[in-house]
């Protein structure tokens, strides 16, 4: 058997400081995570129950931000990334972190005006989220040199200006939550990738601004709207 054509390239992490990649497989996106961006978006600031959606893993980039077709309205939402080395199903808690490879900043771009229609109609959301290159995040951290960042500033400027400011401590699902839960629905491999969500702040964006995020203990990312 032959393939019509070469399969499409598999979407690789850089690691910083070395030459090994994580070869991603898939990306899970949580909503709502912080209480003051759910306000902001106009639900209830309560813990409800975690729901994810999905991004395509050639999402992911590491450049610049083309701002994409079929919208007037595209918000930045600066998140945390943790990207998994190991797999499983129904993983503890407890145990959770073990999984877990490394971290990196990284931007959940979205069509917001395309997602608001989609919500409205109770339709699905990718027309709004898995838009091309709507990821762009920094190299990845492995977590045996930082650790695993459960608390510190989480911020995104654009144009110098401060738009998003958090904290990590102030996610409604911590970390080993998400991989937790996300197990019991979906079996996880190695190269899964999870965006934890995004502070209150979100707002749109237009061709030539300059996103800064930063996410303390994991890094920088500067990302230009071409
Ligand atoms: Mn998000």
């Given amino acids: 058997m032959t393939d019509l054509f070469p399969p499409a390239a598999v979407t690789r992490f850089p690691v910083d400081g070395s030459d090994v ?7 899970y996106c949580i909503g709502r ?3 003051a961006h759910a306000v902001e978006m106009g639900h209830d600031p309560d813990k409800e129950p975690p729901f994810f959606f999905q991004k395509n893993p050639d999402n992911v980039t590491f450049g610049d931000f083309p701002y994409p077709v079929e919208t007037s309205d595209v918000h930045h939402e600066v998140e ?4 998994l080395s190991k797999g499983g199903t129904n993983i503890p808690v407890e145990t959770a972190l073990d999984h877990v490879f490394g971290y990196a900043v990284g931007l959940d771009m979205t069509r917001r005006d395309l997602q608001g229609e989609a919500k409205k109609l109770g339709r699905p959301w990718e027309i709004g989220k898995a838009v091309e290159k709507s990821a762009p995040c920094s190299p990845l951290v492995p977590a045996d040199r930082i650790g695993h ?34 197990s019991r629905y979906f079996t996880l ?7 934890t969500g995004t502070p209150a702040g979100v707002g749109p964006v237009v061709k030539g601004d300059v996103m800064q995020a930063h996410v303390e203990g994991v890094g920088d990312l500067v990302v230009t709207v071409v």
């Avoid at 990649?21 to 990306?27: C, E, G, K, N, Y």
């Avoid at 945390?80 to 990207?83: Q, R, S, T």
């Fill in 189 to 195: 491999q190695p190269g899964d990738v999870i965006m």
């Fill in 80 to 83: 945390l990334v943790v990207a």
């Fill in 149 to 182: 960042p459960a608390s510190g500033a989480i911020w995104l400027k654009v144009n110098g200006e401060m738009r998003q400011e958090g904290d990590l401590n102030q996610m409604l699902w911590k970390v080993p939550e998400m991989i937790s839960i996300l």
């Fill in 33 to 35: 995570n912080y209480a």
């Fill in 21 to 27: 990649t994580l070869p991603i497989r898939r990306v």
